[in-house]
């Protein structure tokens, strides 16, 4: 069993910031690359940002310079710094993690979502 435990949703005004963590634990033996999807209401899942195992990082053309993403190898854990909030980037924020895990080899696992509203 792999768990992705996300914290660091909720509500802000535009121009604010908030930090999103995600914490991988359980049977991953190895961790590729981390990242972050949202899902904005009536819309497809979209990337936002990732970093690989090597720290190479990509970012959604809306959110270039405006959003940092980090992650700590010893903790399996991905944070995405988000500033200058926008009312767009209202959606349901997901973890998503590329690990090896150890009944199952290489798998996607994704995270249950955590809720970012930002208020105009």
């Known amino acids: 069993q792999v768990q992705l435990v996300e914290s660091g949703g909720g509500l802000v005004e535009a121009g604010g910031s908030l930090r999103l963590s995600c914490a991988a634990s359980?049977?991953?033996?190895?961790?590729?690359?981390m990242g972050w999807y949202r899902q904005a209401p009536g819309k497809q899942r979209e990337l936002a940002a990732t970093v690989t195992e090597g720290g190479s990082t990509h970012y959604a053309d809306s959110v270039k310079g405006r959003f940092t993403i980090s992650r700590d190898h010893a903790k399996n854990t991905v944070y995405l710094e988000m500033n200058s909030l926008k009312p767009e980037d209202t959606a349901v924020y997901y973890c998503?993690?590329?690990?090896?895990?150890?009944?199952?080899?290489?798998?996607?696992?994704w995270g249950q979502g955590t809720q970012v509203t930002v208020s105009s």
């Open positions: 359980g049977s991953i033996l190895r961790v590729n690359t």
């Open positions: 998503y993690v590329d690990g090896y895990l150890r009944t199952s080899g290489w798998r996607d696992v």
